[in-house]
């Protein structure tokens, strides 16, 4: 492993690997420069008997299982970075005892690996329930970085992470917001944060797959009719059953192509015609999707906890050079001349089968060359000054 600069990172997210989220691009790039620990966490969902909730939770059991396999092999090989931690949790944040709990879990766990990190120790967390373990871990500088208003977002216990949300703005030494609502989010608990936007993986975005990478891929997609209607990304509560339905209504042919996990979204979309629910597929050949369809797509619904939305995946859509219909939200009216902004689902449908048949408008695709400005290396190059001041002073 290359020599690191002086300095450390800690890291509470989203699971490593687990998808491509705006955290994981930045250190990623910030990989060569520090030995990074991911925390891997339980997340604020409250739990439930459903499916979604027990697929998590075996996938969390696994984790905790196979802890001291893959210590011990970590302890003989090569030294990885970032090092993941998977602590054993309570699957609850909504009362005090639970928190507590963690409080204790975490700290035990943690504290030994985290004091063998180089100073200055800085902990970056894109959650709030971290605010309970402020002034308890050996940590120099605690960022909170903002990446979407959670308070909102269905089978939260929105009034706890509000609260604990409020605790950490008021004692984080760095806020960071990832988007222009977010960031009034932050002012009005009385902090100012630096703003960074997302950015775009510019060497996967301009890549060709290749065919050993669409194993079992391109057979499935054999079937599928086209034209293709494209989303690709997480399947859950943010999708608007009317939009879907009033497009799969009016499509004489093709399919409207859902790729990516699927959470809680309304099982309502599965009924539409020409709905296809593909799955998760790999990262690297999701351009291969994005040449292969007419239109790409975000039907998201409006509302608390959307209004604030950052969609990730919007650069990646602007990225490619096939035409956009999005919801409009305020985050994409920064791209309003590179894409189609529709905010009825008469208008969302009429708007992608215009689309199927002009392609995109060449004005929006000149409007797009800016997004080459939007690369990982760069937003990681800032975030890195803002975590670790003394390495650029």
């Known amino acids: 492993m290359a020599e690191h600069a002086a300095g450390s990172l800690i890291v509470f ?9 705006s955290c994981q691009h930045l250190v990623r790039h910030l990989l060569p420069q520090f030995p990074v620990l991911w925390v891997n966490t339980i997340g604020m969902r409250q739990p439930r008997l459903d499916w979604m909730t027990l ?24 030294p990885r970075n970032p090092r993941v931690l998977n602590p054993i949790m309570w699957p609850s944040i909504r009362f005090r005892w639970e928190r507590r709990l963690n409080r204790l879990l975490l700290k035990r766990q943690l504290w030994g690996p985290m004091a063998e990190l180089p100073s200055p120790r800085v902990l970056v967390t894109t959650i709030p329930l971290v605010a309970d373990l402020m002034g308890l871990l050996p940590v120099d500088r605690w960022v909170y970085y903002c990446v979407d208003d959670f308070r909102h977002w269905p089978g939260m216990a929105g009034q706890v992470i509000g609260d604990l949300e409020a605790n950490l703005v008021k004692k984080a030494d760095v806020i960071i917001a990832a988007g222009e609502r977010l960031a009034q989010h932050i002012e009005e608990l009385g902090r100012r944060p630096y703003l960074l936007t997302h950015g775009v993986d510019l060497e996967t975005w301009t890549r060709e797959v290749q065919d050993a990478e ?21 399947l859950d509560w943010r999708m608007d059953p009317h939009f879907v339905g009033a497009l799969a209504n009016r499509l004489d042919q093709g399919t409207i192509l859902f790729v990516g996990p699927v959470a809680d979204c309304d099982p309502v979309l599965r009924e539409f015609p020409r709905v296809v629910f593909f799955g998760r597929v790999p ?4 351009p291969w999707f994005a040449r292969q369809a007419a239109v790409l797509i975000m039907p998201y619904r409006r509302g608390a906890g959307l209004e604030e939305l950052e969609p990730l995946k919007l650069r990646e859509f602007l990225i490619t050079d096939r035409p956009v219909v999005v919801r409009d939200l305020p985050a994409n009216r920064a791209w309003q ?25 060449p004005s929006q695709l000149a409007a ?15 975030f890195a000054a803002w975590l670790f001041p003394e390495a650029s002073s």
């Open 214 to 234: 669409l194993e079992g891929i391109t057979e499935r997609t054999k079937e599928l009719e086209k034209p293709w209607i494209v989303f690709w990304g997480s």
């Open 337 to 361: 001349d590179a894409l189609d902004l529709v905010d009825t689902a008469e208008e969302f449908a009429a708007r992608v089968l215009q689309r199927i048949k002009e392609g995109a408008p």
């Open 55 to 78: 697929s998590r939770g075996w996938e969390k059991a696994r984790q905790w299982v196979s802890r001291s396999r893959k210590t011990s092999e970590r302890q003989e090989s090569t």
């Open 283 to 286: 990262y690297r050949v999701l």
């Open 13 to 21: 997210s989203d699971d490593w690997g687990r998808h491509p989220s």
């Open 368 to 382: 797009r060359t800016r997004v080459q400005q939007e690369g990982w290396p760069a937003k990681a190059r800032q």
